[in-house]
């Protein structure tokens, strides 16, 4: 599967493809989403980079919120390190963060949610890098303008 496959199915899996009732703020994107299963919140505010990756906020019922990055590849492994740099700030070692069943995404821990969040309503570009299974380090960088007003959107924040 080629990278803007897995990108292209994963807005899918999000309720982000053609048939979304998204509204748009720059290169942020905000998609209202129900669980038809549990009525529970899923909504999402997501960025992404044909080919490169994609960062997305998303609602994991009423109160709470997942972070998650892509770097628009297989990282392999359990927990992968991963660091990131706002702007011109200096880059911060985020530790090891959970990975996906296949490989391709990664969550920032709970203890770095708010943090992360913060940075992401108030910069103007973000790097993520991903240390993956080779010890290779790739890495996208996301612009922020338009972050905030999706994020705001979304009812669990």
């Known amino acids: 599967m080629t990278k ?3 990108i292209l199915c994963v807005l899918t899996i999000f309720g982000l493809g053609a048939n979304s009732a998204a509204a748009n703020w720059g290169e942020w994107r905000y998609s209202e989403a129900i669980d038809p299963m549990s009525d529970e919140d ?29 770097v628009g590849e297989y990282v392999g492994g359990d927990r992968q390190p991963v660091s990131y740099r706002v702007d011109d700030q200096a880059a911060v070692n985020a530790g090891n963060w959970g990975l996906s069943t296949d490989s391709t995404l990664v ?13 992401l309503m108030s910069g103007q570009k973000i790097i993520f890098q991903i240390t993956d299974f080779r010890g290779s380090k790739p890495y996208s960088e996301f612009p922020l303008s338009g972050s905030s007003d999706a994020i705001n959107q979304l009812a669990c924040i």
């Open 4 to 6: 803007l496959s897995r």
């Open 42 to 70: 899923t909504s999402m505010a997501l960025m992404a980079i044909s080919g490169e990756g994609y960062i997305a906020v998303r609602c994991d019922g009423s109160s709470d919120y997942s972070i998650i990055v892509s």
């Open 107 to 119: 969550f920032a821990p709970d203890r770095m949610k708010s943090e992360i969040l913060k940075k």
